[in-house]
């Protein structure tokens, strides 16, 4: 069991920013080694005096950003749940913000799920599983999870009812509906690689996405 961390009895003080750094960019450099510490060591294992060693920042800055080591934990466990979430959107806002037709769109959702079925992928996937886990039985990180939960099926919920402004996705489609489908199908493939062998084909499964989607959007 670790030692008990000197720092842990500290309350919140004003953050201490690089000059060149907005507070943004300070909480994400903080949260970044923690997930590197956590990684490392286990949850059991942070302290917050490595955490001001690994981030270049102050136990107060810390404290401002996360409230308490707690809360540190917590905003890793939210990062774990889709680490990938913002370059993922990105590449399908763009996608979708450029189609014209159903075959465009199904080349370019082939050519995204070959690219997030790659090996490297599985250790996100793991991740995810870990967050929803904990969440179980605390919460405050379960709410905290709906509420992200929330945003990214409200941003596929947007693609999805672009897609039908354009014609592209059948009048009657129900965008909810279809916003879980296609999440669920994404993150459902870490049944395969529980099972150890991760023998799911990636060409095989971007043609059967690419299937399901085209049914799906059709309506």
Do not use: C
């Amino acid at each position: 069991m670790p030692s008990p961390d000197p720092t842990e009895d500290l309350g919140p003080t004003e953050g201490d920013l690089a000059p060149d750094q907005s507070e943004a960019d300070t909480e994400r450099r903080i949260l970044m080694a923690a997930v590197a510490l956590v990684d490392e060591h286990g949850e059991a294992g942070l302290r917050i005096s490595d955490l001001v060693a690994a981030s270049g920042r102050s136990v107060g800055s810390i404290y401002h950003f996360f409230g308490n080591r707690e809360g540190v934990i917590e905003a890793v466990r939210v990062y774990r749940f889709h680490p990938t979430w913002d370059e993922d959107l990105a590449a399908m806002q763009m996608v979708n913000d450029h189609v014209d037709s159903l075959e465009q769109l199904l080349d370019a959702v082939e050519a995204l799920q070959t690219e997030f079925v790659r090996a490297e992928r599985n250790d996100a996937l793991w991740q995810r599983v870990d967050a929803i886990g904990s969440a179980r039985s605390r919460a405050s990180l379960r709410e905290v999870l709906a509420e992200k939960q929330r945003e990214q099926t409200a941003a596929f919920e947007d693609m999805i009812q672009t897609l039908k402004d354009k014609g592209i996705a059948g009048p009657t489609v129900d965008v909810h509906a279809a916003a879980v489908f296609v999440q669920a199908f994404t993150f459902g493939r870490i049944l395969s690689v529980l099972d150890g062998t991760d023998r799911l084909s990636p060409e095989e499964w971007s043609r059967t996405t690419r299937r399901a989607v085209a049914a799906v959007l059709r309506g």
